[in-house]
């Protein structure tokens, strides 16, 4: 089953984020978002389409915790360190700097 989230850029909806069964990620702007938004990342320029990768994009996976407080979040909400992905989901309401996610719940 594919996981979901949506991306606020400072509480405004920038696009959603999704994670395949593959392990496949993509990210794709919100039509609403392009006409009057700016990029969330240097490597994500607004664009209609979505982007694609085979690995989480550098700029979500650089939004985890690392470190003991990521040692600490995984012991606590029992999640694998490893698994970046569900770490976001759990934390991404409480991130660093203008981004945070919200599991889209389907």
Excluded: C
């Excluded at 990342?41 to 994009?57: C, G, M, N, T, V």
């Excluded at 991130?95 to 719940?105: D, H, P, W």
Aim: no cysteine.
């Amino acid at each position: 089953m594919d996981r979901k989230v949506n991306v606020l850029q400072n509480g405004v909806l920038a696009g959603v984020l999704i994670q395949h069964e593959s392990g496949a990620y993509t990210f794709q702007y919100d039509a609403t978002y392009l006409a009057h938004g700016a990029p969330i990342a240097y490597r994500l320029p607004l664009q209609k389409e979505a982007y694609h990768s085979d690995q989480l994009f550098p700029f979500f996976e650089n939004l985890a915790s690392e470190g003991w407080l990521l040692k600490l979040q995984s012991q606590l909400q029992h999640i694998d360190e490893r698994d970046t992905f569900s770490m976001l989901i759990a934390n991404g309401k409480d991130l660093v700097g203008a981004v945070s996610l919200e599991e889209i719940v389907e």
